[in-house]
């Protein structure tokens, strides 16, 4: 027994399918005892039988428990809707049709404004296709929503006293650890240079630092390693997506040293940035494990920023001594003082959202309304719809394409007349995955399992000859099973698991041996080729087409925002230009960010071999992130600019630009190469030329008639390692392509 709890529990770590399969054996087979031995209504038995699975099974809303039961009672409502809408339908063919392309592509297509929508999607469509596929008279409503209400009234029972669901979020601890090993590291090496103590070679330092890339690394395995996404698409769910990849980004400016040169005349004001950063992600952390409705970290942000603008004003106010290459040397500590401060910023504003998203009314949650005072990238509903009405969009496309398999499974059975309609509708819902080719093996694994599961039912239907107390015996096991299979077996497993509790499901309400199960085998085979067929005319490259195009528009969209972001960077320091700031193309950018986050998610929730291995898959995935936070470090550098232009600086211009546009080009041709199977482009060099002549352009703007720095011309030697940043963040990149392609 023990052993056999081991294998569960490394398949199922959290027990949320044993949960959710334990609940279902208690309550179902009460409430089918109920409606059909006390109650005596076949038609209530039936859909408090169905009812159970889609309430229980094909649901786990997360949060508090007044949370859980909120969200399950409005489902039951919802439910309520859906099986009054089916009904009516249902009486001809042409509205239930058209009723189930409408219904099914709201349903689907409105999780991209409410995760609480978007979690129970499977669940609605269940309470939906139930009614539109068994017509009926509007005389038989009544016995239908008895059934439904009665499993809904115990699935509400079961969220508080029948096991209840822990509120434990794998992914946070491990964000929270980092961040506070990080925020350690940053502190100790400010302590080491502040005390002119060497950071190289330095024993206890280095141990901090391996301790947090251990940390790093495990917070990746949780986030990126497993079959799914531990973070859910909840607010706080796509903030902690947000926070993962800002992790990254931080350890890896954490990982170039500063002060190789040794100390410099500015380095007080640089550890006074990093030390105020250091306390505002030691904060965060705290923040993160521990929060408190209404917290923020409004303090210590803005000790920051006052540290960031008292740093610039220090270098911009230094002599420059010696010649311009060690002055531009000299910059490369505040420099990374300065990545790391915007890194830490951004991570401070994602866990704010996260916290203060968790103290959200639930109606709130349920419309899709962000937490009050903070403005996000898709702050409205409207605008995460506009940011999927495109063609390529991952949500979009599963929209139309569930909503038209539906609804031709619904034609297929009303015209052919199979004896349950039902079953061909499920078996398209059930099968239905990304592209052509799993859809196929969905489906042969679907009629496999149904064979196997319709042998080992006839056989169990064979042995109990009838007997009742046996087969009541045998249905709550059986209930378990199916629950499980999916999850700790497979998919085959879970088909065979759903097979036999149907047919003992139907043997005890309604005894006919073993043609049920013939029956079911039949209408699943329908479904399966509707399914198959659906997914060959909508999508037939899959999900790997789709994350690769997807990423394709993320590089180029978020490389034309770096350069523009360049443009207003040297826009601002030239006399005769007009210097707006890039927000359309900010716009764009974070659209397109948003779309390849939900094409990422359908490449994971894909079954099948993965010709992406999902740590390529990932890592891409972070490199557009982190190549937009490159663009927003270098348009809220300029934007501080007092817009005072003294000179020509045409030359430094251009030697920016220069190296800044073959930067976005090759990210735009990296995503051609993965969306459209164009070449891989060539890894860009280091040009060490440029940056001489980049020197030898500022040279002369670095310093003021008094030798002291100009803060234009320090600006463009920090707008210049933006660029070099970008430049080096492509090599990672090159290096997942070329292993890809």
Not at 498 to 508: D, K, P, Q
Not at 595 to 606: I, K, P
């Amino acid at each position: 027994m023990s052993s056999i709890l081991r294998w569960i529990r490394e398949r199922d770590p959290e027990l949320n399918t044993v949960r959710k399969g334990a609940r279902a054996a208690v309550i179902m087979p009460a409430a089918f005892a109920f409606s059909d031995l006390v109650v005596g209504n076949p038609v209530m038995s039936m859909y408090a039988s169905f009812g159970s699975f889609a309430l229980l099974l094909m649901v786990d809303f997360s949060g508090s428990t007044r949370d859980r039961l909120t969200a399950q009672f409005w489902l039951v409502l919802a439910g309520t809707v859906l099986i009054t809408v089916g009904t009516l339908a249902s009486h001809a063919v042409v509205t239930a049709v058209l009723a189930t392309v409408a219904v099914t592509f709201l349903i689907l297509f409105s999780g991209v404004v409410s995760s609480v929508l978007a979690g129970a999607s499977t669940a609605l469509l269940v309470s939906y296709v139930l009614p539109v596929t068994i017509p009926a008279p509007l005389s038989a409503l009544d016995d239908r929503l008895y059934g439904w209400w009665l499993v809904g009234a115990a699935s509400m029972a079961a969220i508080v006293f029948l096991w209840p669901a822990p509120t434990r979020d794998p992914l946070r601890p491990k964000i929270a650890c980092a961040l506070r090993l990080l925020a350690e590291r940053v502190k100790v090496e400010v302590a080491c240079v502040s005390g002119g103590l060497p950071l190289n070679r330095n024993p206890p330092l280095r141990a901090l630092a391996e301790e947090g890339d251990e940390a790093v690394r495990a917070m990746k395995s949780t986030f990126w390693d497993t079959p799914y996404r531990p973070a859910g698409l909840t607010t706080t769910g796509r903030a902690e997506v947000r926070l993962a990849g800002q992790v990254v980004w931080l350890h890896s400016v954490l990982e170039r040293e500063p002060f190789e040169s040794g100390p410099g005349p500015i380095d007080p004001a640089v550890c006074a940035v990093e030390a105020a950063a250091a306390e505002v992600l030691e904060r965060a952390a705290a923040l993160l494990e521990s929060a408190g409705p209404g917290e923020r970290l409004d303090h210590e942000t803005r000790r920051l920023m006052e540290a960031r603008k008292a740093m610039e004003d220090e270098v911009t106010g230094a002599r420059v001594t010696g010649d311009a290459t060690a002055f531009v040397a000299s910059l490369e500590p505040s420099f990374r003082a300065q990545e790391i401060s915007f890194a830490i910023s951004a991570i401070a504003a994602n866990v704010e959202i996260a916290v203060a998203a968790e103290a959200r009314s639930w109606r709130d949650r349920f419309l899709g309304k962000q937490p009050a005072g903070f403005s996000t990238r898709l702050s409205s509903a409207r605008a995460r719809v506009s940011a999927h009405a495109e063609r390529h969009s991952v949500w979009l496309r599963n929209s139309i394409r569930g909503a038209v398999a539906l609804s031709i499974s619904v034609l297929v059975a009303t015209v052919i007349g199979v004896e349950h309609s039902f079953w061909v509708v499920l078996g398209t819902l059930v099968v239905l995955r990304s592209n052509a080719v799993t859809t196929g093996q969905s489906a042969l694994r679907a009629l496999a399992g149904t064979a196997i599961g319709f042998a080992i039912g006839a056989f169990l239907l064979w042995a109990v000859q009838g007997h009742m107390v046996f087969l009541w015996i045998l249905l709550p096991i059986t209930i378990l099973v199916a629950a499980l299979a999916p999850t700790v077996i497979s998919f085959l497993s879970g088909q065979a698991g759903f097979t036999v509790l149907l047919l003992i499901l139907f043997e005890i309400a309604a005894p006919t041996g073993w043609r049920t199960g013939l029956i079911r085998l039949e209408d699943i085979a329908v479904g399966c080729t509707v399914s198959l067929l659906a997914g060959a005319l909508f999508w037939p490259r899959g999900a790997r087409a789709a994350l690769g195009r997807s990423l394709d528009e993320a590089f180029a969209d978020n490389a034309r925002y770096f350069r523009d972001a360049v443009d207003f960077c040297v826009t601002r320091c030239d006399v005769a230009a007009v210097s707006p700031s890039p927000t359309n193309a900010r716009t764009q950018a974070l659209a397109a960010v948003q779309r390849l986050d939900d094409a990422f998610r359908g490449y994971l929730a894909e079954r099948g071999t993965k010709r992406m291995p999902l740590s390529d898959a990932s890592s891409l995935v972070a490199s557009v992130t982190v190549l937009q936070y490159s663009a927003e470090a270098i348009v809220d550098l300029w934007s501080r600019d007092d817009g005072v232009v003294d000179r020509d600086r045409s030359a430094a211009q251009m030697e920016i630009v220069t190296a800044a546009d073959p930067v976005a080009t090759w990210f735009e041709r990296a995503g051609q190469a993965l969306g459209r199977e164009a070449p891989v482009p060539g890894r860009l060099p280091y040009d060490q030329a440029a940056e001489a002549r980049l020197i030898a352009a500022v040279s002369r703007d670095l310093s003021d008639d008094d030798g002291r720095a100009t803060a234009t011309g320090v600006r463009i030697v920090w707008t210049a390692h933006h660029v070099d940043a970008a430049r080096r963040l492509a090599d990672g990149v090159a290096e997942v392509v070329e292993q890809i392609r």
